[in-house]
């Protein structure tokens, strides 16, 4: 049964992608050079439609780079024809370079996506499964870039903020291109004071000791109480088991003032110490729930038969169910440290003393008007990379335990 023509799709298709990238190049563009554009968002679509249409009617052993390239031609022709050559609202005479490089950017952008979408599409009709598959891939493309430009776009903008001069920024606080003339040591400048003045090197080891010790203590409990749970019958073994996540029902912030008065008498409050108390009683509760279901995947015949050959069954853990559980313990382990590295209730509520602040703590220190604001910027890219850095060491560590996992059982 046939249900769509493939022509109108590639024009719906490419009128979306002329619009949506012309956008985005532009935001792109304007936030690396600091040039303000203007995009002709209707010209751009219907130069998208045009050029998704001659795609689609080209024959697929045709599609080739160097056809790519002509139909990205043609659509940066058109468009500049469309906007009598000022498709950014400037003439090309101005900022040249820039407009050219934003110009084929976006017509290689709007090709790439309609070329990534009609693949293995022709003109004419087609059935109602493959329509139904194009509209998925237009999703999952709209999907993926409205998520990366979540992702990105605040990152950027805090990188960018962090380099720049306290004059520049002054000067137009929406300009977020970044002079790499000006050298290493002007660049960086927020960050040398950053650790020079503001004692960030402090606020980073105590982040780290805190979120160590936080995830050896947090394994320390779950691993044995996550095995219990998933291997030994004991009564109250489902209510209990059923019941672990229970204390994420309860606020944090009804628990921070009860806490906070404990604290304050027993003279853990203002301490690292009094951290690493609750930190890990946050923690637990997540990672046995997560530990007790890995377990219950794993061949339990592998531990039998280690019981069998005369292991205890504290072996039994350490030898066997430890090393298959190799991903679990490494997600739950980064898990675990990325709550305790970014939390910031107890953090605020329980430190006073500037010399035992965590990361988090340290950051909010400098949000005041007495501290520049590309400081505070680069407080928060300080807080923020050693765990973008953890999460890629990680993975491969992940993908490796998964693997000798599945070898192993």
């Not at 997560?290 to 592998?302: H, V």
Request: charged share 10%; with cysteine.
């Amino acid at each position: 049964m046939r249900f769509g023509n493939v022509s109108f799709l590639a024009a719906l298709f490419g009128l979306i992608w002329g619009g949506v990238w012309m956008i985005c190049t532009s935001l792109l563009i304007m936030l690396i050079t600091g040039v303000v554009m203007v995009p002709a968002i209707g010209q751009a679509t219907i130069a998208g439609a045009v050029v998704g249409v001659l795609l689609v009617l080209l024959p697929s052993k045709m599609r080739e780079i160097r056809s790519y390239i002509v139909l990205s031609g043609i659509a940066a022709l058109g468009l500049c024809l469309m906007t009598a050559f000022a498709p950014f609202s400037l003439p090309l005479s101005e900022a040249f370079f820039t407009q050219f490089i934003a110009l084929f950017l976006w017509a290689g952008l709007v090709i790439w996506s309609l070329a990534l979408c009609f693949a293995t599409y022709e003109a004419g009709s087609e059935k109602r499964y493959r329509i139904e598959v194009l509209f998925i891939r237009l999703l999952k493309g709209l999907g993926l870039l409205l998520f990366t430009i979540f992702v990105a776009l605040p990152f950027y903008v805090m990188v960018m903020t962090s380099l720049k001069s306290q004059q520049s920024l002054l000067k137009n606080p929406l300009d977020f291109s970044v002079d790499l003339s000006s050298g290493v040591a002007v660049l960086f400048r927020s960050y040398v004071e950053l650790f020079a003045d503001y004692h960030f090197g402090t606020f980073l080891l105590n982040s780290a000791i805190v979120s160590v010790v936080t995830v050896v203590v947090t394994l320390a409990f779950a691993i044995p109480g996550a095995y219990a749970v998933a291997r030994l019958r004991f009564p109250g073994q489902l209510f209990l088991s059923r019941s672990i996540l229970l204390i994420y029902m309860v606020p944090a912030i009804v628990l921070v003032i009860p806490l906070y008065a404990i604290f304050s008498q027993l003279g853990l409050r203002d301490s690292l110490v009094g951290l690493m108390v609750v930190y890990p009683a946050t923690t637990i509760p997540v990672a046995l729930y997560m530990l007790q279901g890995y377990f219950r995947g794993l061949p339990a015949e592998l531990e039998e038969a280690g019981l069998m050959d005369g292991l205890t069954r504290w072996q039994v853990i350490t030898k066997i169910t430890m090393p298959l559980a190799l991903p679990a313990l490494a997600s739950v382990s980064l898990y675990v440290f990325m709550i305790a590295w970014n939390e910031f209730l107890f953090a605020f509520m329980f430190l006073d003393d500037f010399q035992i602040f965590t990361l988090s703590r340290g950051v909010v220190s400098l949000n005041s008007s007495e501290v520049p604001r590309q400081h505070l910027m680069a407080g928060s890219v300080v807080a923020t990379v050693p765990v973008l850095v953890i999460f890629l060491w990680f993975e491969k560590y992940l993908v490796s335990g998964l693997t000798a996992g599945s070898v192993k059982g």
